[in-house]
């Protein structure tokens, strides 16, 4: 019986629902990182969306920033010409009417104008938020003179900075007496300004700083400059844009915005690090899985392993003891046949068996404990296991034992009798009673060989394998356990192999036995 392929086909089986449950598991997992890749894709084109919302915001601020500077200009404009009818020459004998040019000048409380004369010195100033108490606070020690120089120097300055901004106007206002008029923008542009910049950096603070968003990297797809992205500055640098660019491409397929502008831009993005842990986290999973299954199989196979070692030994040991009480008086018996003058060739063919269950017996007893090596010759051990066998196999067998010299090695005489004996055995019931057997003895500076080959139907590949483990028999009777025991002799007890060398199917197989030397 073979009771090594049916663990097989419950192995076979086995590994099929484990593989059916891991593609379950992928398809399960896939499944759901297939549906939140789509929800953070939807999260990036919701971050265009507020990108396009702040460009639309930014364009709308600057175009009414620009339309208040257009009328703030003009309302200079109106004051300049206020101030030029006051600077009017008029006869004496005309009293001038100065109320709608003194209220236009009047009316101005919140546009800074610095006035400069023809030599760029401070003629006159209005709006300014600051005074000579400021420099005051930073040069406590400088006198009065001192710091109305300081304070007229920041003034010309500051009018030289607003007069290259395009904000200044020079006028005739009496006869070649030019006088410079500059203006900045007025305290409520100025306020306005500061709180769209506060709110535009706010945004783009809460989009950098998300830690829910995606990476993600909006670009001009004219220009190739970046609109906004909340990946590191080193990577989107001028250096390293296009390589992160490239490195987004293959992980997620680009989305072009429209922003309704005559401009197009791409979005690349990645995968948030929550989904790459997702994406691998069943192969981990499996791997951990793996990782105690297969510590488990290895400590419960050595634990039945441990007790069938236990049982083989069990059962070999009391198998001797059975044999022991038999062959007592089998001994007998022949003793009394003697002393009845029985026929002497059947009183010594008797006593051959007899003997050779004395053999078997002795072998079996050894099984389970560590048996005496002795430094013998392999040589003679194997011709003492020829000389038992020629007799009692079939004479269509031909038995040869290749020429070789002595070879010298510790082994245990009975139980590498009986591993060659169990091989030869074998080869015989390969070749069907009918065939050639031959041992060859040889060796190397560390091994000492014995193949043994025969011309029987030879080993399938498929069954190479398991030919050594417990249940494998290709006969109708028997446990399956000869070459399970003869492995474990010449491994466990020898520190020595027994392998397949070659076998053909019905070519024949050569068996090789390795004993260190």
Same mark, same amino acid.
Not at 15 to 35: C, M, N, P, Q, Y
Not at 179 to 184: E, G, L, R, S
Not at 410 to 415: A, E, R, S
């Given at each position: 019986?073979?009771?090594?392929?049916?663990?097989?086909?419950?192995?076979?089986?086995?590994?099929?629902?484990?593989?059916?449950?891991?593609?379950?598991?992928?398809?399960?997992?896939?499944?759901?990182?297939?549906?939140?890749?789509?929800?953070?894709?939807?999260?990036?084109?919701?971050?265009?969306?507020?990108?396009?919302?702040?460009?639309?915001?930014?364009?709308?601020?600057?175009?009414?920033?620009?339309?208040?500077?257009?009328?703030?200009?003009?309302?200079?404009?109106?004051?300049?010409?206020?101030?030029?009818?006051?600077?009017?020459?008029?006869?004496?004998?005309?009293?001038?009417?100065?109320?709608?040019?003194?209220?236009?000048?009047?009316?101005?409380?919140?546009?800074?104008?610095?006035?400069?004369?023809?030599?760029?010195?401070?003629?006159?100033?209005?709006?300014?938020?600051?005074?000579?108490?400021?420099?005051? !606070?930073?040069?406590?020690?400088? @006198? &009065?003179?001192?710091? +109305?120089?300081?304070? #007229?120097?920041? /003034? =010309?300055?500051?009018?030289?900075?607003?007069?290259?901004?395009?904000?200044?106007?020079?006028?005739?206002?009496?006869?070649?007496?030019?006088?410079?008029?500059?203006?900045?923008?007025?305290?409520?542009?100025?306020?306005?300004?500061?709180?769209?910049?506060?709110?535009?950096?706010?945004?783009?603070?809460?989009?950098?700083?998300?830690?829910?968003?995606?990476?993600?990297?909006?670009?001009?797809?004219?220009?190739?400059?970046?609109?906004?992205?909340?990946? !590191?500055?080193?990577?989107?640098? @001028? &250096?390293?844009?296009? +390589?992160?660019?490239? #490195?987004?491409? /293959? =992980?997620?397929?680009?989305?072009?915005?429209?922003?309704?502008?005559?401009?197009?831009?791409?979005?690349?993005?990645?995968?948030?690090?929550?989904?790459?842990?997702?994406?691998?986290?069943?192969?981990?999973?499996?791997?951990?899985?793996?990782?105690?299954?297969?510590?488990?199989?290895?400590?419960?196979?050595?634990?039945?392993?441990?007790?069938?070692?236990?049982?083989?030994?069990?059962?070999?040991?009391?198998?001797?003891?059975?044999?022991?009480?038999?062959?007592?008086?089998?001994?007998?018996?022949?003793?009394?046949?003697?002393?009845?003058?029985?026929?002497?060739?059947?009183?010594?063919?008797?006593?051959?068996?007899?003997?050779?269950?004395?053999?078997?017996?002795?072998?079996?007893?050894?099984?389970?404990?560590?048996?005496?090596?002795?430094?013998?010759?392999?040589?003679?051990?194997?011709?003492?296991?020829?000389?038992?066998?020629?007799?009692?196999?079939?004479?269509?067998?031909?038995?040869?034992?290749?020429?070789?010299?002595?070879?010298?090695?510790?082994?245990?005489?009975?139980?590498?009798?009986?591993?060659?004996?169990?091989?030869?055995?074998?080869?015989?019931?390969?070749?069907?009673?009918?065939?050639?057997?031959?041992?060859?003895?040889?060796?190397?500076?560390?091994?000492?060989?014995?193949?043994?080959?025969?011309?029987?139907?030879?080993?399938?590949?498929?069954?190479?394998?398991?030919?050594?483990?417990?249940?494998?028999?290709?006969?109708?009777?028997?446990?399956?356990?000869?070459?399970?025991?003869?492995?474990?002799?010449?491994?466990?007890?020898?520190?020595?192999?027994?392998?397949?060398?070659?076998?053909?199917?019905?070519?024949?197989?050569?068996?090789?036995?390795?004993?260190?030397?």
């Amino acid at each position: 019986m073979n009771l090594y392929s049916n663990k097989q086909k419950w192995k076979i089986a086995l590994l099929a629902i484990a593989l059916l449950l891991v593609g379950v598991s992928l398809f399960v997992s896939h499944t759901i990182v297939k549906g939140v890749s789509e929800r953070e894709r939807e999260r990036a084109k919701q971050w265009a969306d507020a990108i396009k919302k702040k460009i639309e915001l930014v364009q709308l601020t600057n175009g009414a920033f620009t339309h208040i500077r257009q009328l703030e200009r003009k309302k200079i404009e109106t004051w300049l010409d206020a101030t030029k009818e006051l600077s009017k020459e008029t006869p004496l004998d005309i009293i001038p009417d100065y109320t709608l040019p003194l209220k236009i000048i009047n009316e101005n409380k919140d546009i800074p104008v610095i006035v400069l004369d023809d030599q760029k010195s401070i003629s006159a100033f209005n709006n300014i938020d600051f005074d000579t108490s400021y420099f005051r !606070s930073i040069f406590p020690l400088a @006198s &009065k003179k001192e710091l +109305k120089r300081i304070f #007229e120097d920041s /003034l =010309v300055k500051l009018a030289n900075s607003w007069n290259l901004k395009g904000q200044g106007f020079t006028i005739e206002v009496y006869t070649d007496l030019f006088m410079t008029y500059v203006y900045n923008d007025s305290k409520g542009i100025v306020k306005l300004e500061k709180e769209r910049d506060a709110l535009i950096n706010a945004f783009n603070q809460e989009l950098i700083d998300n830690q829910g968003l995606i990476p993600v990297l909006l670009i001009d797809s004219t220009s190739n400059q970046v609109i906004g992205s909340n990946i !590191s500055k080193e990577k989107t640098n @001028s &250096k390293n844009l296009e +390589k992160t660019r490239k #490195e987004l491409l /293959l =992980v997620n397929q680009p989305i072009i915005i429209d922003f309704q502008n005559g401009k197009k831009s791409v979005l690349y993005f990645d995968n948030s690090p929550e989904l790459k842990q997702l994406m691998y986290f069943p192969y981990i999973q499996f791997a951990i899985i793996g990782l105690f299954v297969l510590i488990g199989y290895i400590i419960f196979s050595t634990f039945r392993k441990a007790e069938q070692n236990q049982v083989w030994a069990g059962m070999a040991k009391e198998t001797a003891h059975q044999l022991g009480t038999p062959l007592s008086s089998l001994m007998a018996w022949i003793q009394l046949l003697e002393a009845q003058n029985a026929d002497p060739m059947i009183t010594e063919e008797m006593m051959k068996d007899v003997v050779r269950l004395d053999k078997v017996t002795d072998r079996f007893s050894k099984i389970g404990s560590i048996p005496k090596l002795d430094d013998m010759d392999l040589t003679q051990t194997v011709k003492n296991v020829l000389s038992y066998l020629r007799p009692r196999v079939s004479d269509k067998v031909s038995i040869e034992l290749m020429p070789s010299q002595e070879i010298s090695t510790k082994h245990n005489g009975p139980l590498m009798e009986w591993v060659v004996e169990n091989i030869c055995k074998n080869a015989v019931d390969a070749m069907s009673g009918k065939g050639k057997l031959e041992i060859t003895i040889h060796s190397t500076p560390e091994w000492a060989h014995i193949d043994i080959k025969d011309n029987g139907k030879g080993i399938p590949p498929k069954k190479m394998k398991t030919i050594f483990e417990p249940g494998f028999s290709t006969k109708k009777r028997g446990w399956g356990l000869g070459l399970t025991l003869v492995k474990r002799i010449v491994k466990e007890y020898h520190k020595g192999k027994v392998f397949v060398l070659e076998s053909q199917v019905d070519v024949g197989t050569t068996f090789r036995i390795s004993v260190p030397l």
